[in-house]
Structures are given as C-alpha cells and as structure tokens.
C-alpha cells in the first residue's frame, strides 16, 4: 500500500492497498491525531516484549506450523510492500514512510527520507507512504516534482503494480518449489500402463513388457499419459533414459531402460512406439493411511496417518484396493489390523462399522444413506443386526437413535417403517489412503507452475462468482442462518434426493480471516501448507487488483483516467480527491464489515477440514 490509511481487508490479511486519497489529510487535525511522533524512533520495549509474548504462546498453543503461517504473511505483506517501495524509488517518488501493521509503533528507524518499522496491528496489513498521492495533500514546493501525482502515468501504474505482481511472483515460487521436493498429488485415477507390447516395436527394444508401467522419462515424470506423450515430443528421434515399474511376485520393481524414440513419435506415440495403454493390472502404489476419519472404526482402533495396514485378521491387504474389497466380508465384526508404523508391527482391534445403503435407509424415516447407528433408546448397538432386532419391535412407532455423521454423534428422533433386511448396510473402515507424491526435477517443476497457477486462478474466480452472484454466497459472507432453499445435497446426483441428509452449502462460501488461516495450520501437513500459500497470495493478487478504490487496481484505473483527461491539456489533469472520499469509505466500510464477522465466526465457528 502507499498510503498510510489503510484499514484491514474482508480476510483480514492484509488491507486494501493504496488508497487514492489521504482522508486524514482531506479532515483538519485527524491526520496528525492518528500519526506517530516523527521523533519515536527506535523500540518500544513494552510493547516489543508484548509481541515476543504473543508469539511465544502462538507457538505453544499452535505449534511451529501455526507460528511458521503467522510469520509467512508477514512476510507476504513486507514483500508486497517491497514491491511499492522499490518501484517508487526507481520512479524518483518520494517515499516517507514504510511500516507493517497499524496503530502505536514497536519499533522504528529511519534510513535516509524514510521511516521503517513495526506497529501493533500486523494482521490489519502494510503501508507505503508516498508523498503526493492526490490533489488535497499539501506538499513542500521542493518536494512536488517527487510527488506520486507528477510522475509519468507508467511509473504510477508500475508503482501500483508491483505490489499485487510480487503475490503472484511468491505463488509461483511456492508452487514450484511444492512440486520440486514434494511432486504433484497422483490418485489412481491417473494412472496408465502398457496393456500390450508389440514385440518388434521400440518399447519392447527397451526391455519392457505386458503390464508395464512408464513413470519417467528422461527428467520428466509421466504418472499421467498426457505427460508421456508431451516428454515423447520432446524427445523425438533422439535416445532417453526412461523409468517403469513392473508388478511380479506380488512386488513392486523399480527398473531403469534406454528408449529410441522414433522422429515420428509425436504424430503417432502407441504406433510408433509400439504399444497399447491400458490400465495397470495392479495398484501403482504400496498404499498407507492418508487420514483417518473421526468417529470410525478406525480412529477408535488407533490408526493413524502413515499406517500401512498388512492385513484384515489373515487376508492380506498390500494395496488399498485388496482392502476396499475385504471391508465389506468382514461388516459389523470384531476383526484384528495387522499394522506397521514406522517399521514397527502392530495388531490393533477394532470393530468394522456398518454405513446404511439408500435400500437400507429407505426403511427409516430420519435416516440417509452413509449414517452409522450406535444406539436404539439409549441401548449400545455393535452392529446392525443389533439394531434390526430392536427395531423389528418398534415398525411404526418414533424412537430417539443416535446416529454418526458429518464427523460427529448426533441423537435423532427416526420413524421406523419397514426393517430392511437385504442390503440395508455397507461395512465402514473409515481411512483414505494416502496420494502418490513423486517429486519432479527442478526444471519441470518451474515449467509446470505456469499452468498450475492458472488452475488456480480459474478455481478462484470461479468461487468468488458464486459468493458475489449467489444468495448462498451472500449468506455465507455475512454468515446468515441457512434458509429451506439453501439446504442442497452433495453428490453424486443419481443417488435419490430423500436418501441424502441435507446439508447447508453455507460453508463453502465463507470468508476467512487471519485467525482461520493460522487456525488452519495445525490440520494440513508441510506440503499442503505451501500450496494453501499460495493459494492465498494468488487470491489477495488478483484481490488487489479489483478496480475500487482503496484497492490497488482502483489506483490504476484512477490514473489512467488521469491520463486520458490530460490529453490535450497543457497542464496534467488531477482528479478531485474529495469526491471520492464518499465511494472510498463505503468501500473500507464494507470490507472492515465482513472482516469483522470472519473473524468473529473463526473463533466462535473454527473452520474443520
């Protein structure tokens, strides 16, 4: 921001940027009344201690991912900052003034004409202070040929520009970075191997065979066939290095090959290469734990994220496929998990639970399809033949269950029309397993983040259309209680409407403020906080950029407009700053509004992942 009035945004991240005008200075004495004195350099000990403090208990209450996040936006706001600061100087501007936060000073000190430092409010955002922002400020004759409202029009805009440029800059180096020692997320979805090999061709020149799976060639990885077919253009007629996978003894091996690819491989891969794609015959990994769902058999066996489980009492479950066929065979049945953690052997004990199906929740008014009964009238049920013979006493009366869903033990009061006795469940472990992550080179990782950005960048605007055009969004925003027509139910939409809990949408609308994205950290791991960053830079870059004023792309517009109105003129045309106080502090007020109620609901309403 370049202006030192700079109230916090609706996300309470960072402010909007660079007001068009100075309102303190349009309002005799408020500006000098809100100012710290010129001479308060240096630290406040007080207050420094105080800061200390609140980070200290930020990291006990938080741990380090909470602190690591906390100081991530500060440095998100230092560098945006940075980017006014620079561009301003290389302009010839005069800049004044350059702090974090709001309010009374921590510390401060002056290099040269500009004063740096703390203030207490970090959250609310960071300013700039250039001298000369608009028409009202007075200025010192000497200082007014460095005035921001004299400059060239190009050097105002890259002035206003860099600020939302080094977002999109630090998105970009987060992403790639992500890629580079993490490796894009993979599901099994994805993958692809060789179904048949034509035994004359170049594929099986390089030793490869029926079943293969390709996941590299050269130094890119090729989990996707798009990706194959991309690093065989680029390596056309030319002989590469390559990595596969083949599936024997029931193990995985890793093996490493030589391929020629033809100079016509691009126009045709399979025939040229000599292949047929298919689906692998087996999982592409040795699957472990992703995340464990509360309230379910598995969090109450102790499984955690990184468990790999070996087996179901006797049957072996090495991929998560063997598993998702052997849950079911064992529903509603105390079973033993053979488990290694961290190269430790385990068995835990657990009872598998029972989901009903849309057959088996149509028998029971108040229940849907995915709940899990665990009582009947104050009596525990182990299993649904438990529950069944309860029931199968009570058709058509009401009776009080209580039922697990959305992550939680909910009692309901349930009509009991009719016991169903085929199909009526589904056996629930209650873990995801992990996504596949293969690291990519430097170099693909930073030619790949381009297109990761824009993924990105479509997926925002497409959220921020439906918050600002839909009334679910306007509820979400304001956090509104949900009306009957916002209640919707989730897909997939082939399951019947009355088989699905309906649930609000509000949620996926919501704003969020700094307190949630700290309160965030705790429930991501390393590597999904990187991309939440840059996500979050992506958004408060294009955020900045929105043609209002304070913001950073209503400076822009202003002084374009400028720009064309001097056409002509023998002097520059300065738009009048007073009309514009009106439009700004509606702009301010709304955004401090909705911060507010973000805030607000973070600490009463903590967003769960």
Do not use: C
């Amino acid at each position: 921001m370049t202006n030192v009035y700079d109230p916090p945004s609706s996300h309470g991240v960072d402010g909007p940027d660079d007001a068009a005008f100075d309102p303190q200075d349009a309002l005799d004495g408020v500006h000098e009344s809100i100012l710290e004195p010129e001479e308060e350099l240096g630290i406040q000990w007080p207050r420094f201690g105080a800061l200390i403090a609140l980070l200290l208990g930020l990291t006990i209450l938080g741990g380090f991912k909470v602190l690591f996040v906390a100081l991530a936006i500060g440095g998100f706001l230092v560098f945006h900052e940075a980017g006014h600061y620079f561009t301003a100087k290389w302009s010839g501007m005069k800049v004044t003034e350059f702090f974090v936060g709001f309010g009374p000073r921590i510390f401060a000190f002056k290099r040269g004409e500009t004063t740096f430092g703390l203030k207490v409010l970090i959250p609310a955002g960071a300013y700039v202070r250039i001298v000369g922002m608009n028409n009202l400020e007075d200025v010192d004759p000497e200082d007014e040929p460095r005035t921001y409202r004299q400059a060239a029009w190009h050097k105002r805009v890259l002035t206003i520009l860099a600020g939302p440029a080094t977002h999109f800059v630090t998105a970009f180096a987060l992403i790639a970075f992500t890629m580079w020692q993490y490796g894009p997320s993979v599901q099994d979805d994805n993958a692809w191997g060789l179904d048949v090999v034509d035994p004359v061709g170049a594929v099986a020149d390089a030793g490869l065979e029926n079943g293969d799976r390709i996941v590299a060639v050269g130094e890119f990885s090729t989990e996707t066939r798009g990706r194959f077919d991309a690093a065989i253009a680029a390596n056309a007629g030319e002989q590469v290095p390559i990595a596969y996978q083949r599936f024997e003894d029931n193990t995985i091996r890793n093996l490493t090959s030589v391929l020629t690819v033809p100079a016509a491989a691009a126009a045709d891969v399979e025939g040229s290469l000599g292949f047929v794609e298919g689906e692998p015959g087996w999982d592409i990994f040795e699957w472990a734990v992703g995340e464990v769902t509360p309230f379910s058999a598995a969090e109450a066996a102790g499984l955690e994220p990184g468990d790999r489980i070996l087996a179901i009492d006797d049957t072996q479950t090495p991929f998560f496929s063997d598993l998702a066929a052997m849950v079911p065979e064992v529903r509603g049945e105390e079973v033993v998990l053979q488990v290694e953690r961290d190269g430790e052997l385990l068995d835990l004990e657990t009872r598998i639970w029972e989901r009903f199906t849309v057959e088996g929740a149509a028998g029971y008014d108040g229940l849907y399809l995915g709940d899990m009964v665990v009582s009947f009238e104050g009596q525990r049920v182990n299993n649904y033949a438990e529950f069944a013979e309860l029931a199968s006493d009570r058709v058509g009366e009401t009776v009080e269950v209580e039922v697990v869903y959305a992550s939680g033990v909910h009692t309901e009061r349930i009509r009991i029309d009719e016991v169903v006795t085929e199909n009526a469940v589904s056996g629930f472990l209650g873990v995801s397993s992990g996504s596949y992550r293969e690291p990519l080179a430097f170099s693909e990782s930073v030619s790949r983040a381009p297109g990761e950005l824009g993924n990105i960048i479509q997926s925002i605007f497409g959220g921020v259309k439906q918050m600002v055009t839909t009334e679910n969004g306007w509820r979400g925003m304001f956090a509104l209680g949900p009306a009957e027509a916002d209640l919707v139910a989730p897909e997939p939409s082939d399951i019947p409407a009355s088989a699905l809990r309906p649930q609000s949408s509000i949620d996926n609308n919501r704003p969020i403020s700094i307190i949630g994205v700290v309160g965030l950290a705790n429930q991501l791991e390393v590597n999904e906080i990187l991309a939440f960053l840059a996500v979050m830079n992506l958004f408060f870059g294009l955020f900045n950029l929105a043609p209002l004023l304070p913001l950073d792309g209503g400076h822009i517009v202003l002084a374009t407009y400028e720009r064309i109105r001097s056409i002509g003129r023998s002097s520059a045309y300065h738009a009048d700053a007073a009309k514009l106080i009106p439009l700004t502090y509606v702009v301010v007020a709304f955004f401090l509004l909705v911060g507010m109620i973000a805030m607000v609901r973070d600490i009463v309403d903590p967003i769960q992942l």
